[in-house]
């Protein structure tokens, strides 16, 4: 990348990879848990954190050298908490469909732990620019396995993909279910997000072994 | 200044609520009337979506009446809105933005709640709009029922505030509201509500005076907050139908 320089791009590509919240640092697994379900979901909770952590770590990065530590926490918080606010009335006031659709995860991406996690592992201790490449990094990296594991749940689990049914139909037997195929229903409920996230984790670690820790 | 002294530490808290405080207070008031009008236009397409009056296609999502023309639509449609206290019927032009869920909890209280009915006129037939309210799994669940002054459902509108995204979301997806249409509330002369139930062997719900449509899978509790609802909400408004079936 000519245009960030390497020591920056490692910041945007390793959360993307070798060092991905949810599959390696384990962070915001209850929200990929709960919403991916839908594939839709996944992607507007991917964008949603995208936005909020992008935004956050920049204004954390400008408050870092006024911040006592003492509050230090309390003071992200408020960050996050204020700017989750701000993006929800905006919305309800100007895109107010795409509000209702965001209703659900504000209190999810509010306590996202990644988004506190990076404000307090990053941001509070370096400057605005690298601050903000390693926010979106941060948040493709966990937007990335939400949308792997929406289009697994909803595609085995309810048979569509955006909403619009790839498989056939099941209750009129057509396409594939014309040949007795059925949809897992287990897929829907959150274990299933369990296993899949489990699935990548496996995936990941045996494609590089440097990833596996040592007992 | 000691940036780790108690002193700065209290100011610092302070100004930052203060900032923040003014910021969050001025956006929302800033915001607050065209978020009205948002909620305004979406119950005015509730009501009308209920009674039928949407864009919908054969299948697939949902499609109100777009919010430029609502506002016409329902003044052309809804000829009457009515409020329904006790025993008196008085017509009321606002009704339509009176908050069930506060008649609710009013009526918990001992007292005389207002529910709101609207009164459309679609192909000369007459529908009868009521709304409704309850729990789902997470959070509210509410919605409008039209019905014909026999009780049976005309069309419904579900919606929710926090339900799973691809399990008690679906509550308000075409095919599951669309199996409402047809349904009777009553079973003979009594009140018997609509239940929402798993395996009923009527999968594609083709009995209609069996009181139930079929449920949604991975959606329980959801599923038995709309039962819940409908035989709730739905029933304070017995004696408004059978006065209307008494009149002929």
Not at chain 1, 34 to 46: C, D, F, G, H, Q
Not at chain 1, 186 to 198: C, K, Q
Not at chain 2, 48 to 71: C, H, I, K, R, W
Not at chain 2, 190 to 217: F, M, Q, R, S, T
Request: glycine share 8%.
């Amino acid at each position: 990348m000519a245009l960030l320089s390497r020591k920056d791009s490692k910041l945007i590509l390793d959360p993307l990879a070798d060092n991905n919240p949810i599959t390696i640092q384990v962070l915001g697994i209850c929200s990929a848990l709960a919403i991916t379900a839908e594939l839709k979901a996944s992607i507007v909770m991917a964008l949603s954190v995208l936005f909020v952590l992008g935004l956050g770590n920049v204004v954390i990065s400008l408050m870092r050298n006024m911040i006592p530590s003492k509050i230090r926490i309390i003071v992200q918080l408020v960050v996050v908490a204020t700017l989750v606010i701000i993006v929800d009335q905006v919305l309800k006031a100007f895109a107010y469909e795409l509000s209702k659709t965001l209703a659900v995860f504000v209190g999810l991406i509010i306590t996202n732990c990644i988004i506190m996690g990076r404000f307090e592992a990053f941001a509070l201790g370096n400057g605005v620019w690298r601050s903000f490449l390693d926010g979106i990094g941060n948040a493709a990296g966990y937007g990335v396995i939400l949308i792997i594991v929406g289009f697994f749940r909803e595609l085995l689990g309810s048979g569509t993909l955006l909403g619009f049914p790839v498989l056939g139909n099941p209750i009129e037997k057509t396409g594939l279910y014309a040949m007795g195929y059925e949809n897992n229903g287990f897929m829907l409920l959150s274990p299933m997000a369990l296993i899949v996230v489990g699935i990548l984790i496996w995936f990941q670690r045996s494609r590089n072994p440097a990833l596996i820790e040592e007992n | 200044m000691n940036k780790e002294s108690n002193i700065y530490t209290v100011l610092f808290a302070c100004l930052m609520v203060v900032v923040v405080g003014s910021v969050l207070a001025y956006l929302a008031s800033a915001l607050s009337a065209k978020i009205k009008e948002n909620e305004r236009f979406e119950k005015q397409q509730n009501i009308l979506y209920a009674m039928g009056v949407n864009q919908n296609e054969d299948e697939g999502s949902v499609n109100f009446v777009p919010t430029e023309v609502v506002e016409r639509e329902f003044s052309t449609y809804i000829t009457e809105q009515l409020v329904i206290e006790g025993d008196k019927i008085t017509k009321d032009d606002q009704a339509y933005m009176i908050d069930i869920k506060k008649e609710l909890d009013k009526m918990k209280e001992g007292a005389t709640p207002k529910l709101p009915v609207f009164v459309g006129q679609k192909d000369g037939e007459t529908f009868y709009i009521v709304p409704m309210y309850g729990k789902g799994l997470w959070d509210a669940i509410w919605g409008f029922m039209a019905l014909d002054k026999d009780m049976v459902v005309q069309g419904v509108y579900f919606d929710h505030k926090a339900e799973t995204p691809g399990l008690g979301a679906n509550i308000k997806q075409r095919y599951f509201m669309d199996d409402f249409t047809g349904e009777t509330i009553l079973n003979g002369s009594n009140y018997a509500g609509i239940k929402v139930v798993k395996g009923n062997n009527d999968p594609v719900n083709e009995i209609k005076d069996d009181n139930e449509v079929d449920a949604l899978a991975g959606a329980t509790i959801t599923g038995n907050g709309v039962s819940a609802m409908i035989s709730k909400t739905v029933n304070l408004y017995k004696d408004y139908f059978e006065s209307l079936r008494n009149q002929g």
